[in-house]
C-alpha cells in the first residue's frame, strides 16, 4: 500500500470527513432506496460527532492537501467534492479491510513494532495489539511485535486511528536472534 506523505499527516478528523465524502459518492450512485437509507443513517450518525470548529479546521486541511475540491453553485454556495485524488486514497483507509501485502520476494528485513502506551489508553493499547495479531504480526512480548514484510504505512495509520502515534515507534531491523524461528513461523525457509 502506497500512501502519501500528506495522507499519513491527516488525523482521524480528515479521514472521517472523507468517509463522509464518500457516502455522499455512494449516495449519488446508488438506486435502491434500502442502501440510500442505510448510508444516509451511518452518515448521519459520524456528522454529529464532529464539532464545526474541528470541521472547519479539517475541510481546511483536506483541501489544502488536494484531497478534496470545491464547486461554486449558482446560488453562491459551495459544495465540497472529492478530488481525483481523494477518491483514489479513500479506499486506502478502512481499518477493517487493511491488509499487509506479501511482496513476491522478501527483502530480509525485520519489522518491529513497539509501544508504551499509558494506562489511560489501555483500550486504544488492547485495540492495536488486537489488530496488530490480526494483521499477522507475531508477539515477541506484550509490547513488541514483528512481521516481515513492509507495513510502515498500514502501522501509522492504524496507530492514528487508536491516537496512540505518539507511544508507538516503527524499526527496521536486519537480524533477529531468533530469526530462524521467525522465519519458520512466516513461512520463509
Known amino acids: 500500500m502506497i500512501i502519501s506523505k500528506t495522507m499519513r499527516e491527516l488525523g482521524p478528523m480528515q479521514k472521517k470527513i472523507l468517509l463522509l465524502l464518500v457516502g455522499g459518492l455512494t449516495l449519488?450512485?446508488?438506486?435502491?432506496?434500502?442502501?440510500?437509507?442505510?448510508?444516509?443513517?451511518?452518515?448521519?450518525?459520524?456528522?454529529?460527532k464532529i464539532n464545526e470548529l474541528s470541521l472547519r479546521r479539517s475541510?481546511?486541511?483536506?483541501?489544502?492537501?488536494?484531497?478534496?475540491?470545491?464547486?461554486e453553485n449558482k446560488d453562491g454556495t459551495v459544495k465540497l467534492v472529492l478530488s481525483e485524488n481523494g477518491k483514489n486514497k479513500i479506499l486506502k483507509y478502512n481499518l477493517?479491510?487493511?491488509?499487509?501485502?506479501?511482496?513476491?520476494?522478501?527483502d530480509k528485513l525485520w519489522r518491529l513494532v513497539i509501544f508504551d502506551i499509558p494506562e489511560d489508553k489501555s483500550p486504544g493499547?488492547?485495540?492495536?495489539?488486537?489488530?496488530?495479531?490480526?494483521?499477522?504480526?507475531?508477539?515477541?512480548?506484550?509490547?513488541?511485535?514483528?512481521?516481515?514484510?513492509?507495513?510502515?504505512?498500514?502501522?501509522?495509520?492504524?496507530?492514528?486511528?487508536?491516537?496512540?502515534?505518539?507511544?508507538?515507534?516503527?524499526?527496521?531491523?536486519?537480524?533477529?536472534?531468533?530469526?530462524?524461528?521467525?522465519?519458520?513461523?512466516?513461512?520463509?525457509l
Open 28 to 48: 449519488s450512485l446508488t438506486h435502491r432506496p434500502d442502501v440510500y437509507f442505510r448510508v444516509v443513517k451511518k452518515i448521519a450518525k459520524e456528522w454529529k
Open 96 to 106: 477493517d479491510k487493511i491488509e499487509i501485502k506479501k511482496p513476491i520476494r522478501w
Open 125 to 188: 493499547r488492547k485495540a492495536l495489539a488486537a489488530k496488530l495479531k490480526e494483521l499477522g504480526f507475531y508477539p515477541m512480548q506484550k509490547s513488541v511485535f514483528i512481521h516481515p514484510y513492509e507495513c510502515k504505512a498500514e502501522i501509522d495509520f492504524i496507530t492514528e486511528i487508536f491516537e496512540l502515534a505518539p507511544y508507538v515507534r516503527f524499526l527496521k531491523v536486519k537480524s533477529v536472534d531468533t530469526e530462524l524461528d521467525l522465519k519458520n513461523k512466516f513461512n520463509l
Open 59 to 71: 475541510i481546511k486541511r483536506l483541501y489544502q492537501s488536494k484531497l478534496i475540491d470545491y464547486k
